[in-house]
């Protein structure tokens, strides 16, 4: 009913960029709060960046000033700019999309996941 595909992901060198990309398709009426998670091997998922439908971010203090979040809404797709990439940055990264379906339903929505690999 609701799909969220991310792309952009990749291996980079340390101090390498990548731009992370979601496109959330499917049977949508409104989308409120997006935002970027990362799940390292052996640990939790963790938010990495969140933007409200007016544009308002939010960021984990460890990408402040290297990651940028932004959004597209006539688009539905949401993006990750990652600069300056570090070691400790490589892990699976997910899309999330708080939104309303046609039908009425307000859902919480996740993409399957991009790997993230940053060597030194």
């Known amino acids: 009913q609701v799909q969220l595909v991310e792309s952009g992901g990749g291996l980079v060198q340390a101090g390498g960029s990548l731009r992370l990309s979601c496109v959330v398709s499917g049977s949508i009426f409104s989308i409120y709060g997006m935002g970027w998670y990362r799940q390292a091997p052996g640990k939790q998922r963790v938010l990495v960046a969140a933007?409200?439908?007016?544009?308002?971010?939010n960021y984990v203090d460890s990408v402040k000033g290297r990651f940028t979040i932004s959004r597209d809404n006539a688009k539905n797709t949401v993006y990750l700019q990652m600069n300056s990439l570090l070691p400790g940055d490589t892990a699976v990264y997910y899309c999330?999309?708080?939104?309303?379906?046609?039908?009425?339903?307000?859902?919480?929505?996740w993409g399957q996941g991009t790997q993230v690999t940053v060597s030194s």
């Open positions: 999330n999309a708080d939104l309303t379906t046609n039908g009425g339903q307000r859902v919480e929505s």
């Open positions: 933007i409200t439908s007016g544009g308002r971010t």
